[in-house]
């Protein structure tokens, strides 16, 4: 009887290793390989204050405004221009990058009237194009590019439950995005990055192990137990 049951275990024991491949290790898929670039996120607070002079401070680049660290990019210039000098009106066939780029908002450091947030507006004319930036508030700015939780992949919604999320191989699609909360609105940012460990866990290689172990322990218990029958 006791042999019936040890032959029993090990006939158990080497199934569940053979089908290893199905169960072991099921999410490493998300592991990194070697020398792969890993992305951390986290989301945070943004704050902010309300009046076209306002400001807005995040702890990382936000998607949908440009120019937030003044760049020397030609569309940042040109925008900073408009801001001073008032609207520019251009013929149709002029009206390319840098006119015609970015996103709807825009921040200009100096506007030279301590307003910082403006929509871009354009307007086509019949063979023209009028170029124009209107201060907005930073409140109107934020409602009007934030998302809700729901619209956020399930991974970084996690980063508002106060997670570091990773990625491998390219940040978080979600990144740079505003999400809409009730106290609130929080930016999901990249935190960090680094490439893989030389060492990175291999997933295969352990299942290979163990479906190996399995179909011997399989092999041993048939073979042990046939010619006893006989």
């Given at each position: 009887?006791?042999?019936?049951?040890?032959?029993?275990?090990?006939?158990?024991?080497?199934?569940?290793?053979?089908?290893?491949?199905?169960?072991?290790?099921?999410?490493?898929?998300?592991?990194?390989?070697?020398?792969?670039?890993?992305?951390?996120?986290?989301?945070?607070?943004?704050?902010y204050s309300e009046g076209v002079?306002?400001?807005?401070?995040?702890?990382?680049?936000?998607?949908?405004?440009?120019?937030?660290?003044?760049?020397?990019?030609?569309?940042?210039?040109?925008?900073?221009?408009?801001?001073?000098?008032?609207?520019?009106?251009?013929?149709?066939?002029?009206?390319?990058?840098?006119?015609?780029?970015?996103?709807?908002?825009?921040?200009?450091?100096?506007?030279?009237?301590?307003?910082?947030?403006?929509?871009?507006?354009?307007?086509?004319?019949?063979?023209?194009?009028?170029?124009?930036?209107?201060?907005?508030?930073?409140?109107?700015?934020?409602?009007?590019?934030?998302?809700?939780?729901?619209?956020?992949?399930?991974?970084?919604?996690?980063?508002?439950?106060?997670?570091?999320?990773?990625?491998?191989?390219?940040?978080?699609?979600?990144?740079?995005?505003?999400?809409?909360?009730?106290?609130?609105?929080?930016?999901?940012?990249?935190?960090?990055?680094?490439?893989?460990?030389?060492?990175?866990?291999?997933?295969?290689?352990?299942?290979?192990?163990?479906?190996?172990?399995?179909?011997?322990?399989?092999?041993?218990?048939?073979?042990?137990?046939?010619?006893?029958?006989?």
């Amino acid at each position: 009887m006791a042999r019936d049951w040890s032959s029993l275990v090990l006939l158990v024991v080497g199934l569940v290793l053979v089908t290893s491949p199905f169960w072991l290790f099921a999410d490493a898929g998300e592991d990194p390989h070697e020398g792969e670039r890993v992305y951390a996120h986290e989301a945070a607070e943004i704050e902010y204050s309300e009046g076209v002079r306002g400001y807005i401070r995040a702890d990382g680049e936000i998607e949908r405004l440009d120019c937030q660290y003044y760049d020397s990019k030609a569309g940042c210039l040109f925008a900073a221009h408009v801001a001073q000098h008032g609207p520019v009106v251009v013929n149709v066939t002029d009206f390319y990058y840098p006119y015609d780029s970015g996103a709807e908002y825009v921040v200009v450091g100096d506007s030279d009237s301590e307003k910082h947030f403006y929509r871009r507006v354009v307007e086509r004319g019949e063979g023209t194009v009028s170029y124009s930036l209107e201060a907005v508030a930073p409140e109107t700015l934020l409602a009007d590019i934030a998302v809700n939780e729901s619209d956020l992949s399930p991974k970084a919604a996690r980063t508002l439950d106060g997670e570091t999320v990773q990625t491998h191989g390219r940040p978080l699609p979600d990144a740079g995005e505003v999400v809409r909360s009730d106290d609130g609105y929080y930016l999901i940012y990249e935190s960090g990055g680094w490439d893989a460990d030389p060492n990175t866990f291999d997933a295969k290689f352990y299942r290979a192990v163990a479906f190996l172990v399995g179909l011997g322990t399989l092999r041993w218990q048939w073979r042990g137990d046939g010619p006893a029958e006989r």
